[in-house]
Protein backbone atom coordinates (compact mmCIF):
# COMPACT_ATOMS: atom_id res chain seq x y z
CA UNK A 1 0.00 0.00 0.00
CA UNK A 2 1.88 3.02 -0.89
CA UNK A 3 1.30 6.40 0.88
CA UNK A 4 -0.34 10.12 -0.93
CA UNK A 5 1.05 10.58 -4.01
CA UNK A 6 2.11 13.87 -5.35
CA UNK A 7 0.15 13.82 -8.09
CA UNK A 8 -4.20 13.98 -8.82
CA UNK A 9 -6.67 14.20 -11.42
CA UNK A 10 -9.86 16.42 -11.03
CA UNK A 11 -12.88 16.04 -12.91
CA UNK A 12 -13.66 17.17 -15.73
CA UNK A 13 -11.04 14.57 -16.80
CA UNK A 14 -7.14 15.54 -18.50
CA UNK A 15 -4.80 12.26 -18.23
CA UNK A 16 -1.49 12.84 -16.92
CA UNK A 17 1.43 11.31 -15.48
CA UNK A 18 4.09 12.70 -13.09
CA UNK A 19 7.59 11.64 -12.10
CA UNK A 20 9.31 11.49 -8.73
CA UNK A 21 9.75 15.02 -6.63
CA UNK A 22 13.62 15.61 -6.87
CA UNK A 23 15.53 17.47 -3.91
CA UNK A 24 18.52 19.94 -5.05
CA UNK A 25 20.38 21.27 -1.91
CA UNK A 26 22.46 23.94 -2.19
CA UNK A 27 25.87 24.71 -0.35
CA UNK A 28 29.67 24.74 -0.22
CA UNK A 29 30.29 22.27 -3.24
CA UNK A 30 27.57 22.33 -4.70
CA UNK A 31 26.31 23.69 -8.24
CA UNK A 32 22.69 24.22 -9.41
CA UNK A 33 21.93 24.37 -12.97
CA UNK A 34 19.09 25.57 -14.77
CA UNK A 35 17.85 27.88 -17.30
CA UNK A 36 19.52 31.34 -16.72
CA UNK A 37 15.42 32.63 -17.50
CA UNK A 38 14.48 29.88 -14.55
CA UNK A 39 16.56 31.96 -12.45
CA UNK A 40 15.37 35.45 -13.08
CA UNK A 41 11.23 34.65 -12.58
CA UNK A 42 12.15 32.77 -9.28
CA UNK A 43 14.41 35.82 -8.20
CA UNK A 44 11.52 38.29 -9.13
CA UNK A 45 8.42 39.63 -8.03
CA UNK A 46 5.44 39.09 -10.82
CA UNK A 47 3.39 36.35 -10.86
CA UNK A 48 2.86 34.84 -14.68
CA UNK A 49 0.16 32.35 -16.16
CA UNK A 50 1.15 32.12 -20.23
CA UNK A 51 -1.08 28.68 -20.52
CA UNK A 52 -3.18 29.91 -18.47
CA UNK A 53 -2.52 27.54 -15.12
CA UNK A 54 -3.44 29.25 -11.34
CA UNK A 55 -1.23 28.11 -8.47
CA UNK A 56 -2.97 27.55 -5.09
CA UNK A 57 -0.70 27.81 -1.76
CA UNK A 58 -1.60 25.42 0.63
CA UNK A 59 -0.94 26.20 4.32
CA UNK A 60 1.76 23.72 6.35
CA UNK A 61 -0.19 20.88 8.06
CA UNK A 62 0.84 19.02 11.13
CA UNK A 63 1.20 15.12 10.10
CA UNK A 64 0.76 12.33 12.75
CA UNK A 65 5.15 12.22 12.48
CA UNK A 66 5.21 15.70 13.96
CA UNK A 67 6.22 17.37 10.88
CA UNK A 68 4.40 20.09 8.83
CA UNK A 69 3.57 18.73 5.20
CA UNK A 70 3.01 22.10 3.12
CA UNK A 71 2.79 22.56 -0.63
CA UNK A 72 0.38 23.90 -3.64
CA UNK A 73 -1.75 23.04 -6.26
CA UNK A 74 -1.50 24.21 -9.47
CA UNK A 75 -4.31 23.88 -12.18
CA UNK A 76 -3.90 23.30 -16.28
CA UNK A 77 -6.70 23.68 -18.81
CA UNK A 78 -6.89 21.78 -21.61
CA UNK A 79 -6.66 24.99 -23.57
CA UNK A 80 -3.00 25.27 -22.40
CA UNK A 81 -2.12 21.98 -23.67
CA UNK A 82 -0.55 21.71 -27.10
CA UNK A 83 -1.76 19.56 -29.95
CA UNK A 84 1.01 17.19 -29.43
CA UNK A 85 0.84 16.87 -25.55
CA UNK A 86 2.86 18.56 -22.89
CA UNK A 87 5.47 17.67 -20.77
CA UNK A 88 4.97 20.53 -18.02
CA UNK A 89 8.60 21.37 -15.60
CA UNK A 90 8.04 22.43 -12.06
CA UNK A 91 10.97 24.30 -10.29
CA UNK A 92 10.60 25.90 -7.50
CA UNK A 93 12.55 26.91 -4.06
CA UNK A 94 12.13 27.42 -0.58
CA UNK A 95 14.14 29.30 1.78
CA UNK A 96 13.47 29.84 5.47
CA UNK A 97 13.10 33.69 6.41
CA UNK A 98 13.31 34.23 10.09
CA UNK A 99 16.49 35.75 11.11
CA UNK A 100 16.77 36.58 7.66
CA UNK A 101 16.67 34.97 4.32
CA UNK A 102 19.08 31.71 4.12
CA UNK A 103 19.88 29.57 1.67
CA UNK A 104 17.25 27.95 -0.66
CA UNK A 105 16.40 24.77 -1.17
CA UNK A 106 15.01 23.95 -4.71
CA UNK A 107 12.66 21.29 -5.83
CA UNK A 108 11.70 19.83 -9.57
CA UNK A 109 9.14 17.85 -10.69
CA UNK A 110 7.60 17.05 -14.26
CA UNK A 111 3.94 16.23 -14.85
CA UNK A 112 2.80 14.55 -18.31
CA UNK A 113 -0.37 15.28 -20.59
CA UNK A 114 -0.92 13.14 -23.76
CA UNK A 115 -2.03 14.93 -26.58
CA UNK A 116 -5.13 13.26 -26.28
CA UNK A 117 -6.14 15.03 -23.37
CA UNK A 118 -6.96 18.28 -25.40
CA UNK A 119 -10.08 16.67 -27.07
CA UNK A 120 -11.60 15.61 -23.77
CA UNK A 121 -11.10 19.48 -22.49
CA UNK A 122 -11.27 19.80 -18.44
CA UNK A 123 -8.61 21.29 -16.22
CA UNK A 124 -5.36 18.92 -14.76
CA UNK A 125 -4.87 19.74 -10.91
CA UNK A 126 -1.77 18.86 -9.99
CA UNK A 127 -0.83 19.28 -6.45
CA UNK A 128 2.97 19.33 -5.06
CA UNK A 129 4.26 18.97 -1.38
CA UNK A 130 7.11 19.64 0.75
CA UNK A 131 8.06 19.25 3.97
CA UNK A 132 8.59 22.03 6.68
CA UNK A 133 9.56 22.16 10.34
CA UNK A 134 8.48 25.44 12.62
CA UNK A 135 9.22 29.18 10.87
CA UNK A 136 8.42 31.19 8.40
CA UNK A 137 9.27 30.75 5.15
CA UNK A 138 9.64 31.83 1.29
CA UNK A 139 8.37 30.41 -1.84
CA UNK A 140 9.45 30.64 -5.63
CA UNK A 141 7.62 28.79 -8.12
CA UNK A 142 7.53 28.22 -12.09
CA UNK A 143 6.38 26.05 -14.31
CA UNK A 144 7.56 25.62 -17.96
CA UNK A 145 5.95 23.71 -20.88
CA UNK A 146 8.58 22.84 -24.13
CA UNK A 147 7.47 25.63 -26.09
CA UNK A 148 8.89 28.12 -23.25
CA UNK A 149 5.93 29.07 -21.89
CA UNK A 150 5.84 29.95 -17.89
CA UNK A 151 3.31 30.28 -15.13
CA UNK A 152 5.28 31.39 -12.16
CA UNK A 153 3.89 32.35 -8.38
CA UNK A 154 5.85 33.69 -5.55
CA UNK A 155 4.20 33.42 -1.56
CA UNK A 156 5.19 33.09 1.57
CA UNK A 157 3.53 30.93 4.31
CA UNK A 158 4.05 29.97 8.20
CA UNK A 159 4.46 26.58 10.34
CA UNK A 160 3.53 27.42 14.05
CA UNK A 161 5.37 26.19 17.18
CA UNK A 162 2.48 23.68 18.81
CA UNK A 163 2.98 24.09 22.52
CA UNK A 164 3.69 20.45 23.15
CA UNK A 165 5.03 19.21 19.82
CA UNK A 166 7.87 21.70 20.07
CA UNK A 167 9.16 19.94 23.37
CA UNK A 168 9.37 16.42 21.97
CA UNK A 169 12.87 15.21 20.08
CA UNK A 170 10.51 13.54 17.55
CA UNK A 171 9.09 16.69 16.39
CA UNK A 172 10.62 18.39 13.36
CA UNK A 173 13.08 20.84 13.70
CA UNK A 174 12.89 24.72 13.09
CA UNK A 175 13.67 25.66 9.65
CA UNK A 176 13.44 22.54 8.86
CA UNK A 177 12.93 22.11 4.44
CA UNK A 178 13.20 18.85 3.28
CA UNK A 179 11.20 16.59 0.51
CA UNK A 180 7.88 14.72 0.91
CA UNK A 181 7.95 11.16 1.71
CA UNK A 182 6.13 9.60 -1.03
CA UNK A 183 5.67 6.12 0.53
CA UNK A 184 4.12 5.45 3.40
CA UNK A 185 6.77 3.11 4.20
CA UNK A 186 9.69 4.10 3.56
CA UNK A 187 12.67 3.88 5.92
CA UNK A 188 13.77 6.34 8.33
CA UNK A 189 17.43 7.73 8.81
CA UNK A 190 19.30 6.25 11.64
CA UNK A 191 19.20 7.52 15.33
CA UNK A 192 21.52 8.85 17.37
CA UNK A 193 20.10 6.90 20.57
CA UNK A 194 20.92 7.13 24.62
CA UNK A 195 23.99 4.80 25.34
CA UNK A 196 25.76 3.43 28.74
CA UNK A 197 23.95 4.49 32.19
CA UNK A 198 20.20 4.98 32.44
CA UNK A 199 20.06 4.32 28.41
CA UNK A 200 17.76 2.94 26.36
CA UNK A 201 14.08 2.95 26.96
CA UNK A 202 12.34 -0.44 26.10
CA UNK A 203 8.81 0.07 24.97
CA UNK A 204 6.76 -2.65 23.66
CA UNK A 205 4.02 -1.45 20.80
CA UNK A 206 0.67 -3.66 20.17
CA UNK A 207 -0.84 -1.99 16.70
CA UNK A 208 -4.23 -2.71 15.69
CA UNK A 209 -5.08 -2.58 12.04
CA UNK A 210 -8.66 -3.25 12.23
CA UNK A 211 -11.36 -0.25 11.66
CA UNK A 212 -13.44 0.23 14.78
CA UNK A 213 -16.19 -0.53 12.21
CA UNK A 214 -16.51 -3.77 11.34
CA UNK A 215 -18.30 -2.87 8.14
CA UNK A 216 -14.99 -1.77 6.57
CA UNK A 217 -12.33 -4.50 6.31
CA UNK A 218 -9.56 -2.53 6.65
CA UNK A 219 -7.82 0.89 7.35
CA UNK A 220 -7.88 3.10 4.30
CA UNK A 221 -4.51 4.65 3.12
CA UNK A 222 -4.89 7.86 5.23
CA UNK A 223 -5.64 6.00 8.18
CA UNK A 224 -2.58 3.70 7.90
CA UNK A 225 -0.32 6.83 7.17
CA UNK A 226 -1.41 8.34 10.32
CA UNK A 227 -0.79 5.17 12.02
CA UNK A 228 2.69 4.75 10.38
CA UNK A 229 3.33 8.45 11.22
CA UNK A 230 3.25 7.86 14.97
CA UNK A 231 5.41 4.72 14.59
CA UNK A 232 7.90 7.38 13.20
CA UNK A 233 7.79 10.13 16.09
CA UNK A 234 8.17 6.91 18.28
CA UNK A 235 10.96 5.43 16.33
CA UNK A 236 12.74 9.15 16.68
CA UNK A 237 12.83 9.41 20.04
CA UNK A 238 16.38 8.98 21.19
CA UNK A 239 15.44 7.89 24.56
CA UNK A 240 13.69 4.90 23.25
CA UNK A 241 16.40 2.13 22.85
CA UNK A 242 14.26 -1.00 22.03
CA UNK A 243 11.38 -1.75 19.92
CA UNK A 244 8.82 -5.14 20.45
CA UNK A 245 6.60 -4.56 17.68
CA UNK A 246 3.09 -6.66 17.26
CA UNK A 247 1.01 -5.37 14.68
CA UNK A 248 -2.47 -7.08 14.24
CA UNK A 249 -6.13 -7.11 12.66
CA UNK A 250 -8.24 -7.65 16.08
CA UNK A 251 -11.67 -8.42 13.75
CA UNK A 252 -9.20 -10.97 11.30
CA UNK A 253 -7.52 -12.63 14.10
CA UNK A 254 -3.88 -12.17 12.70
CA UNK A 255 -0.30 -11.31 13.85
CA UNK A 256 0.41 -9.08 10.70
CA UNK A 257 3.99 -8.36 12.11
CA UNK A 258 6.04 -9.14 15.11
CA UNK A 259 9.65 -8.30 16.04
CA UNK A 260 10.96 -8.17 19.19
CA UNK A 261 14.47 -6.20 21.24
CA UNK A 262 15.56 -4.11 18.02
CA UNK A 263 17.02 -0.96 18.30
CA UNK A 264 15.49 0.50 15.15
CA UNK A 265 11.93 -0.20 13.30
CA UNK A 266 12.10 -1.78 10.40
CA UNK A 267 9.33 0.26 7.53
CA UNK A 268 9.96 -1.38 4.65
CA UNK A 269 9.42 -5.13 6.21
CA UNK A 270 6.03 -3.38 7.73
CA UNK A 271 4.65 -2.22 4.87
CA UNK A 272 5.52 -5.93 2.93
CA UNK A 273 3.47 -7.55 5.57
CA UNK A 274 0.71 -4.77 5.67
CA UNK A 275 0.41 -5.20 1.90
CA UNK A 276 -0.02 -8.90 1.42
CA UNK A 277 -2.03 -9.14 4.62
CA UNK A 278 -5.30 -10.82 3.60
CA UNK A 279 -8.23 -8.78 4.77
CA UNK A 280 -11.65 -9.42 5.66
CA UNK A 281 -10.87 -13.22 5.54
CA UNK A 282 -10.91 -15.61 8.68
CA UNK A 283 -10.58 -19.41 8.61
CA UNK A 284 -14.06 -21.50 8.09
CA UNK A 285 -12.96 -23.48 11.57
CA UNK A 286 -12.25 -20.34 13.08
CA UNK A 287 -15.35 -18.67 12.12
CA UNK A 288 -17.23 -21.51 13.68
CA UNK A 289 -15.85 -20.44 17.02
CA UNK A 290 -17.82 -17.50 18.60
CA UNK A 291 -14.94 -17.22 21.68
CA UNK A 292 -12.31 -16.98 18.84
CA UNK A 293 -11.95 -13.31 18.43
CA UNK A 294 -12.19 -13.18 22.45
CA UNK A 295 -9.05 -15.63 22.57
CA UNK A 296 -6.97 -14.14 19.81
CA UNK A 297 -7.09 -10.78 21.37
CA UNK A 298 -6.33 -12.57 24.95
CA UNK A 299 -3.23 -14.42 23.99
CA UNK A 300 -1.86 -10.94 21.89
CA UNK A 301 -2.41 -8.82 24.78
CA UNK A 302 -1.04 -11.83 27.13
CA UNK A 303 2.15 -12.08 24.99
CA UNK A 304 3.12 -8.62 25.39
CA UNK A 305 2.10 -8.42 28.95
CA UNK A 306 3.65 -12.06 30.26
CA UNK A 307 6.57 -11.89 32.49
CA UNK A 308 8.51 -14.18 29.60
CA UNK A 309 8.63 -11.42 27.36
CA UNK A 310 11.38 -9.67 29.90
CA UNK A 311 11.81 -6.23 31.38
CA UNK A 312 10.01 -2.93 29.69
CA UNK A 313 9.46 0.37 30.41
CA UNK A 314 6.17 0.74 28.86
CA UNK A 315 3.44 -1.41 26.97
CA UNK A 316 1.98 0.62 24.19
CA UNK A 317 -1.19 -0.28 22.52
CA UNK A 318 -2.17 2.33 19.41
CA UNK A 319 -4.71 2.37 16.55
CA UNK A 320 -8.57 2.07 16.75
CA UNK A 321 -10.18 0.80 19.63
CA UNK A 322 -11.68 -2.42 18.97
CA UNK A 323 -15.54 -2.74 19.75
CA UNK A 324 -16.99 -4.62 22.82
CA UNK A 325 -18.43 -7.63 21.17
CA UNK A 326 -15.43 -9.42 21.84
CA UNK A 327 -15.02 -8.43 25.63
CA UNK A 328 -11.89 -10.16 27.50
CA UNK A 329 -12.45 -11.79 30.87
CA UNK A 330 -11.38 -10.15 34.22
CA UNK A 331 -8.04 -11.47 35.23
CA UNK A 332 -6.27 -11.68 31.99
CA UNK A 333 -2.46 -10.98 33.61
CA UNK A 334 -0.49 -13.74 36.14
CA UNK A 335 0.19 -12.41 37.86
CA UNK A 336 -2.53 -10.34 38.88
CA UNK A 337 -0.50 -6.80 37.95
CA UNK A 338 0.91 -5.52 34.74
CA UNK A 339 4.82 -5.69 34.06
CA UNK A 340 5.15 -2.15 32.88
CA UNK A 341 2.86 1.04 32.55
CA UNK A 342 0.52 0.49 30.38
CA UNK A 343 -0.57 2.94 28.06
CA UNK A 344 -3.52 3.60 24.87
CA UNK A 345 -3.21 5.72 21.80
CA UNK A 346 -6.57 5.33 20.22
CA UNK A 347 -6.63 6.68 17.53
CA UNK A 348 -10.56 7.65 16.03
CA UNK A 349 -11.14 10.48 13.90
CA UNK A 350 -14.56 10.50 14.55
CA UNK A 351 -14.75 9.96 18.83
CA UNK A 352 -18.34 10.80 18.50
CA UNK A 353 -19.11 8.00 16.22
CA UNK A 354 -17.73 5.66 19.58
CA UNK A 355 -17.27 7.34 23.00
CA UNK A 356 -18.11 4.04 24.69
CA UNK A 357 -14.60 2.37 26.21
CA UNK A 358 -13.20 -0.18 23.55
CA UNK A 359 -12.58 -3.99 24.70
CA UNK A 360 -9.23 -3.53 25.44
CA UNK A 361 -9.56 -0.28 27.87
CA UNK A 362 -11.88 -2.23 29.47
CA UNK A 363 -9.88 -5.13 30.25
CA UNK A 364 -6.69 -3.37 30.74
CA UNK A 365 -7.85 -0.70 33.27
CA UNK A 366 -7.56 -2.35 36.37
CA UNK A 367 -3.77 -2.62 35.81
CA UNK A 368 -3.35 1.23 35.99
CA UNK A 369 -4.09 1.81 31.85
CA UNK A 370 -3.34 5.31 30.65
CA UNK A 371 -5.75 6.16 27.74
CA UNK A 372 -4.95 9.02 25.42
CA UNK A 373 -8.08 9.94 22.74
CA UNK A 374 -5.92 10.51 19.26
CA UNK A 375 -7.88 12.63 16.94
CA UNK A 376 -5.41 14.81 15.50
CA UNK A 377 -1.71 15.16 15.58
CA UNK A 378 -1.52 17.83 18.45
CA UNK A 379 -3.88 14.68 20.43
CA UNK A 380 -0.53 12.39 19.34
CA UNK A 381 1.73 14.82 20.53
CA UNK A 382 0.26 15.24 23.86
CA UNK A 383 -0.06 11.75 24.66
CA UNK A 384 3.35 10.82 23.38
CA UNK A 385 4.76 13.73 25.64
CA UNK A 386 2.69 12.04 28.39
CA UNK A 387 4.33 8.38 27.86
CA UNK A 388 7.94 9.96 27.89
CA UNK A 389 7.04 11.82 31.25
CA UNK A 390 5.55 9.07 33.06
CA UNK A 391 8.65 6.75 31.89
CA UNK A 392 11.48 8.59 31.28
CA UNK A 393 13.75 8.46 34.52
CA UNK A 394 16.68 10.49 33.41
CA UNK A 395 14.50 13.31 32.23
CA UNK A 396 16.83 13.38 29.09
CA UNK A 397 19.78 14.64 30.26
CA UNK A 398 22.03 11.43 29.50
CA UNK A 399 23.78 12.53 26.49
CA UNK A 400 25.96 9.56 25.31
CA UNK A 401 24.43 8.23 22.37
CA UNK A 402 24.89 5.48 20.09
CA UNK A 403 23.51 5.05 16.13
CA UNK A 404 20.91 2.63 15.94
Not at 185 to 198: A, I, K, M, Q, T
Not at 341 to 368: C, D, K, V
Amino acid sequence: MKGRRLAAIAAPLMACSMQAQELFESGPGRRLLFHPSDHAILSGSDNRSDIGCSVEPQSPQLGFDLKYTAGYIVRVPAAGVSASGERLRVLFRVRSIDGGKSEPVYFRQYFDIPASAREGGGTAVFPGRYVVGPGRYEVDWLMRNLQGRVCSSHWRTRAPTPGYTGRLAAAATANLIAPYREDTFDDEPPVLRRSGLGAGLHVALLVNLAPLDRNRFKLNAYEIDSVMGMLRSLHREPSIGLFSLTVFHAYDRQVVYSTQRRTRLDFGAIGEAIESMPVGVVEVDALADEEGERRFLAEVLGDALSPEAGPRDAVVVLGPKVDREARLEDGILEPAEAPAPLFQFAYNRNPRSYPWPGTIESALRPYGLTLYSVTSPRDFSRALEGLLEAIDGTGGQDLTTTRD
